[in-house]
């Protein structure tokens, strides 16, 4: 039976997260005004730079839509406050395949450099999610904490979820090397495929490749 060779782009992605996972990305920077440690967009560019570049994978921003609202601070300043919707583009130069993320970002400045941070949140937090970096403490993000006034508040977004081209890559994978797909589910504590986040979807598509090219 021929097997259909996967898409290049997937191995790519699960070689920078094989050397992330052993290394990480530690949050050594600290917020001033709440206290909390987190990981700058430097840190991540540093670590993600060279490894990009020795497995051939580039990561292409592409901004769908960009909203600013003008908020007042506590003490009667203005601030900008700006939300991005960008899909990122991972490809791999070898092959040409492709892999899109989409993430959300969000920013505040009194100047003009909301929109940068809300693009920076938006690829850092894609990175973090498609790579699985590991690392310790609270997942939050910035330098710097805002105090603006009272505003009702909105509910969380919900996660990214495995859509029907990406399930229909994994059933396809999974029924070449017999794994039911029920197993996977219940590895992540879901009911269907479709509930598991995107952020999995490399680690378990690079687990059935190595089957299938085992077998």
């Given at each position: 039976?021929?097997?259909?060779?996967?898409?290049?782009?997937?191995?790519?992605?699960?070689?920078?997260?094989?050397?992330?996972?052993?290394?990480?990305?530690?949050?050594?920077?600290?917020?001033?005004?709440?206290?909390?440690?987190?990981?700058?967009?430097?840190?991540?560019?540093?670590?993600?730079?060279?490894?990009?570049?020795?497995?051939?994978?580039?990561?292409?921003?592409r901004c769908l839509s960009r909203?600013?609202?003008?908020?007042?601070?506590?003490?009667?300043?203005?601030?900008?406050?700006?939300?991005?919707?960008?899909?990122?583009?991972?490809?791999?130069?070898?092959d040409g395949s492709f892999w899109?993320?989409?993430?959300?970002?969000?920013?505040?400045?009194?100047a003009d450099k909301a929109t940068?941070?809300?693009?920076?949140?938006?690829?850092?937090?894609?990175?973090?999610?498609?790579?699985?970096?590991?690392?310790?403490?609270?997942?939050?993000?910035?330098?710097?904490?805002?105090?603006?006034?009272?505003?009702?508040?909105?509910?969380?977004?919900?996660?990214?979820?495995?859509?029907?081209?990406?399930?229909?890559?994994?059933?396809?994978?999974?029924?070449?090397?017999?794994?039911?797909?029920?197993?996977?589910?219940?590895?992540?504590?879901?009911?269907?495929?479709?509930?598991?986040?995107?952020?999995?979807?490399?680690?378990?598509?690079?687990?059935?490749?190595?089957?299938?090219?085992?077998?």
């Amino acid at each position: 039976m021929e097997v259909q060779a996967v898409p290049k782009v997937f191995t790519a992605i699960a070689k920078v997260m094989a050397e992330l996972a052993s290394s990480g990305i530690s949050k050594d920077r600290k917020n001033d005004q709440q206290g909390y440690k987190f990981r700058g967009i430097d840190d991540v560019y540093n670590a993600l730079a060279p490894l990009l570049s020795k497995h051939g994978l580039v990561i292409l921003p592409r901004c769908l839509s960009r909203e600013v609202v003008e908020r007042q601070t506590q003490r009667g300043g203005t601030l900008f406050y700006v939300n991005v919707d960008v899909e990122f583009t991972f490809a791999c130069a070898e092959d040409g395949s492709f892999w899109t993320v989409r993430m959300p970002g969000e920013a505040m400045d009194s100047a003009d450099k909301a929109t940068n941070k809300a693009m920076s949140a938006a690829y850092k937090y894609a990175c973090l999610q498609a790579f699985c970096i590991p690392t310790e403490g609270d997942n939050d993000a910035d330098a710097t904490t805002h105090q603006v006034a009272a505003k009702p508040v909105k509910a969380a977004a919900a996660p990214l979820l495995l859509g029907a081209d990406e399930a229909k890559t994994i059933t396809d994978l999974a029924a070449k090397v017999g794994v039911d797909l029920s197993r996977i589910c219940t590895a992540y504590g879901v009911e269907e495929l479709t509930q598991i986040p995107m952020s999995e979807v490399a680690s378990i598509i690079s687990k059935l490749q190595q089957k299938v090219e085992a077998k």
